[in-house]
């Protein structure tokens, strides 16, 4: 196994405030690590679901903004 196929194909950051978030591929050097961004940053609120049941709010239901960061090499999502 390459050293390449250690590092997750994509990585989510929350973040309460849009500024940190769009700061975050900068902040941590993400090009440089082998990723790219992907869609768009935007706040949104998180659920958990599991099996049947209704989905459960995480983080106290309240918005975050999220950005993910997507290995260079993986294809564009549809």
Known sequence: MSKDDDIPERITVLAKDFTPAAMEFHRRNMS??????????????????????????????????SVTFVRKDTPPSQ
Do not use: F, T
Request: glycine share 12%; no cysteine.
């Open 32 to 65: 440089a690590r082998g990723y790219r961004m992907e869609g768009q940053i935007a706040p949104r609120v998180y659920m958990l679901l599991e099996g049947e049941s209704e989905p459960q709010p995480l983080l106290d239901g309240e918005e975050y903004y």
